[in-house]
């Protein structure tokens, strides 16, 4: 059975802290894997990876992917209280369908 | 601008009621995913699409049934609404295979509750 486990599944910051996110998978058919971030509402994507070791970045967010490990995770530094949202971790399967497995998720609450 | 648009953002049904959660996308996407997304449980699969009038079930398809009649538009329908389908419902599409990042796109949500 496909799984994606996230860690952990709350955390508690204040601003200016660093955060590290965790996604481990067991899934048949890898394709990439895609952080995505909740607020109030829908999911809005982040980063997709798909080879080892490359670094994704986006300001001060970052992200790796390990695929013998089987692993990523997304790196937030300087956060801030608009970081606050549940970060969501998927992987993508090799199908024309375009599935993905989730994972559980993090909430992430940064505090002033 | 992706849009994904869900008819409605709260619903309130009651048990035994036929619902109907309708999701639209503008994106010319072939693939079109229902998820429900509760505290602790993360976004869990209902039914997907991967063309008009296709579709597959994912991880939790009992009590739904969906319909997908033209390109844009995915259905999901509640024949016989129970007090444990009270849920978020989220839509999403993605494109297919080799037209850019497989991320997908989310709409805002149906908030349903069924007393």
């Known amino acids: 059975e496909d799984k994606v486990v996230q860690s952990p599944l709350s955390l508690v910051v204040h601003e200016g802290d660093t955060v590290t996110l965790n996604c481990s998978y067991e899934v048949t058919n890898f394709r990439s894997l895609l952080w995505y971030k909740q607020e109030k509402k829908a999911p809005t994507f982040l980063f997709m990876l798909?080879?080892?070791?490359i670094e994704k970045k986006s300001g001060r967010l970052s992200s790796i992917l390990d695929k013998k490990e089987l692993f990523s995770i997304l790196n937030i530094t300087a956060t801030q209280t608009g970081d606050s949202a549940i970060y969501l971790c998927a992987v993508d399967h090799n199908t024309n369908a375009g599935k993905s497995t989730f994972g559980d998720g993090t909430t992430l609450t940064v505090k002033p | 601008d992706v849009k994904v648009t869900q008819s409605s953002r709260y619903l309130v049904k009651r048990t035994g009621e036929k619902v109907f959660l309708e999701c639209v996308q503008d994106?010319?996407?072939?693939?079109m995913f229902w998820y429900r997304q509760d505290p602790g449980l993360g976004l869990r699969l209902i039914y997907f699409?991967?063309?008009?009038?296709?579709?597959e079930k994912g991880d939790i398809p009992e009590g739904y049934s969906v319909s997908r009649e033209k390109k844009e538009r995915f259905s999901l329908i509640l024949e016989s609404a129970s007090t444990n389908q009270t849920s978020m419902y989220l839509c999403a599409s993605s494109p297919s295979d080799g037209r850019g990042n497989n991320e997908q796109f989310f709409g805002p949500g149906t908030r349903l509750t069924v007393l």
């Open positions: 699409s991967y063309d008009v009038k296709m579709k």
């Open positions: 798909t080879s080892s070791g």
């Open positions: 994106m010319d996407h072939e693939n």
